[in-house]
C-alpha cells in the first residue's frame, strides 16, 4: 500500500503524531531514518551500536521477534504457494476420499466444518455490516429533521463534538500504529534477516572448528569405507572357497576343508611382521 | 598339478580362524585384477584426451587427427594395422611397467591392496625386480593359454597360476581373512555327507 493510498483511506496523518505526551511517542526515538542517506549512516557505525547509551535491548528484541515472525511467515507462505503448484503439477488435482464407515465420515465432516468456519464468518461480518449500514441510512433519514433543527441542536451539538474527538483520537491511535509498523517493520525484517543469516554462519563454523566433531564425522565416514571393504574382502575370501569347491566338484574331487599352511618363512613376514634380510 | 606335501594341513576352511598369510583364491586374485585393469584402461583414455588437446591447443590437431582419428581412404591396411599393434603394444607395456613398479615398492597394486593381497617369494622374501618381470611375462603366457594359466590357481594347492610358478611367487591374505559363517557350515554340511 502506497503513502498516497493509505492517505486517501484514513485520512492525512495528524500533525504531531509523535508528540510527547503521546503513549506512542517513546518507540519514535528508535524509528529508522527515513532515508537511505540516513539508513547508510546509521548503518555505517555498526561498531559502536553496544556502546549506544540509547540503545533499548527490549525494544531491539521485539522488533526482532517481529521481523522473524513476518519473515517467517512470508517464506512459510511462499513454500506453501511453490508445493502447491508443484504438487498439481505433478499429480494433479487430488482425487475424493472415499467413506467406509461411520469414522470416515466423521473426520470428513470436522475437516469441512473446519475449512468452512473461516468462510462462514467472513460471510456473517459481511452481512453485518450491510445491515449495519441499511440501519444507520434508514435511521438517519428519519431523524436527519430532527439532528438538524436548531432548537435540538442546542442538545446535540456537545455530543457530536464529543463524538468527533472520540473518533479523532481513535483514528490518530491507528494512524500512529499503522505509521510506526510502517517504519518499524523492514528495520525488523532485515534485523531478522541478519539474525538467521548470522547464527547459521556461526552455527557452521562452530561445527566446523569444533575439533571433536570433525573428528567424529572423519571417524564415521573412514569407519564406513573400512566397512565396506572388508565386508567386500570378506565376501571375496568366501568366494574363493565356493569357486574352489565348484571346480573341485566338477573335477570329481573330495572338497577341500583344509588349505595348507604357508611355509613359516612366509608366515614370519605376513603374519609376524618380522622383515626378511635381503 | 602340485601338491605341497610339506606343508601342514589345518582345517581351516571350517572354523572362524583368521587365514592373514594363507594362500589367496582366484575370486579374490580376479577382482584386484579388474580393479588394476580399470585403474589402467582409465589412466590411458585420460592421457589419450589430454595428449590429444594439447596437440590441438598446440595446433598440431591435423597431426592429431592423422595420429587418432585417421580418414579411411588415407589409411591403408599397413597404416592400420601398424596402430593397432602400437595401441597394443603400448598398452601392454604400461601395463608391465604399473604392476612391476607397485610389485617392488609395495609388494601389491592398488586393485591387490584393495583386496588385502599381498604377493611374496616362496620363501617370504620380498619380490625382486627379476621375479617381478617374469611374473608379468608369465601373465602374457597364462592370457595367451586361454587363460589357462589363471585358472590353475582354482586346482593348485598353494593356488598358484602358472606366472607365480614362473616367478616362484605366491599370494597371500594381508588381512585378517575369515570365511563367512554360512559357507563354514554349508563345508561342514557337505563333509558329513557320506562318500559316493
New interface residues.
Given amino acids: 500500500m502506497t503513502d498516497d493510498t493509505l492517505d486517501h483511506t484514513l485520512g492525512p496523518l495528524p500533525a504531531g503524531a509523535a508528540e510527547p505526551g503521546d503513549d506512542l511517542t517513546e518507540l519514535v526515538p528508535f524509528l529508522p531514518p527515513s532515508t537511505a542517506a540516513e539508513a547508510r549512516a546509521a548503518d555505517s557505525s555498526p561498531a559502536t551500536a553496544g556502546a549506544d547509551p540509547e540503545f533499548d535491548a527490549y525494544m531491539a528484541v521485539v522488533r526482532l521477534l517481529i521481523g522473524g515472525s513476518v519473515e517467517a511467515a512470508a517464506e512459510l507462505v511462499k513454500r506453501l504457494e511453490q508445493w502447491e503448484a508443484e504438487l498439481d503439477a505433478a499429480e494433479g488435482a487430488p482425487k475424493p476420499g472415499e467413506i467406509h464407515n461411520t469414522g470416515d465420515a466423521a473426520r470428513y465432516m470436522l475437516v469441512g466444518m473446519a475449512l468452512s468456519a473461516g468462510e462462514g464468518a467472513r460471510q456473517r461480518v459481511m452481512n453485518l455490516v450491510r445491515a449495519s449500514d441499511v440501519f444507520w441510512r434508514l435511521t438517519g433519514s428519519v431523524a436527519q429533521p430532527l439532528v438538524d433543527n436548531r432548537l435540538t441542536g442546542l442538545f446535540t451539538r456537545p455530543f457530536d463534538r464529543a463524538i468527533d474527538r472520540l473518533v479523532n483520537r481513535g483514528q490518530k491511535r491507528v494512524n500512529d500504529w499503522i505509521e510506526l509498523g510502517r517504519t518499524q517493520e523492514p528495520g525488523a525484517r532485515r534485523i531478522a534477516r541478519k539474525t538467521y543469516e548470522e547464527l547459521v554462519d556461526e552455527f557452521i563454523g562452530h561445527l566446523a572448528e569444533n575439533q571433536e566433531l570433525a573428528g567424529l564425522v572423519q571417524k564415521k565416514s573412514i569407519g564406513l569405507a573400512n566397512e565396506a571393504?572388508d565386508e567386500?574382502?570378506?565376501?571375496?575370501?568366501?568366494?574363493?572357497?565356493?569357486?574352489?569347491?565348484i571346480?573341485?566338484r566338477i573335477?570329481r574331487r573330495?572338497?577341500?576343508?583344509?588349505?595348507?599352511?604357508?611355509?613359516?618363512?612366509?608366515?614370519?613376514?605376513?603374519?609376524d611382521g618380522v622383515e626378511?634380510t635381503? | 598339478m602340485t601338491t605341497d606335501s610339506n606343508a601342514p594341513a589345518i582345517g581351516i576352511l571350517r572354523s572362524s580362524s583368521s587365514l592373514r598369510g594363507h594362500y589367496a583364491g582366484f575370486v579374490t586374485r580376479l577382482i584386484a585384477f579388474a580393479i588394476d585393469l580399470f585403474i589402467i584402461v582409465t589412466g590411458q583414455l585420460l592421457f589419450v584426451m589430454f595428449a590429444r588437446l594439447a596437440l590441438d591447443f598446440f595446433g598440431l590437431d591435423q597431426l592429431a587427427r592423422d595420429v587418432f582419428d585417421p580418414t579411411g581412404a588415407a589409411e591403408s591396411t599397413f597404416i592400420f594395422v601398424f596402430r593397432w599393434a602400437i595401441a597394443i603394444v603400448s598398452s601392454g607395456l604400461v601395463f608391465a611397467v604399473y604392476v612391476v613398479v607397485f610389485w617392488l615398492l609395495a609388494e601389491k597394486t592398488l586393485g591387490q591392496g584393495l583386496l588385502g593381497l599381498r604377493v611374496v617369494r616362496t620363501d617370504g622374501r620380498h619380490i625382486t625386480l627379476l621375479p617381478a618381470v617374469k611374473r608379468v611375462l608369465g601373465y602374457y603366457l597364462s592370457f595367451f593359454a586361454l587363460s589357462l594359466g589363471f585358472l590353475w590357481i582354482l586346482i593348485d594347492d598353494r593356488r598358484q597360476g602358472w606366472h607365480d610358478k614362473i616367478a616362484d611367487t605366491v599370494v597371500v591374505y594381508d588381512w585378517d581373512a575369515r570365511i563367512g559363517w554360512r559357507l563354514r557350515e554349508w563345508l561342514a554340511r557337505r563333509q558329513n555327507q557320506p562318500p559316493q
Fill in positions: 571393504v567386500l574382502r570378506s565376501r571375496t575370501v568366501s568366494a574363493d572357497a565356493m569357486a574352489e569347491n571346480v573341485r573335477l573330495p572338497p577341500r576343508s583344509q588349505l595348507p599352511q604357508p611355509p613359516e618363512d612366509v608366515r614370519l613376514v605376513i603374519v626378511d635381503p
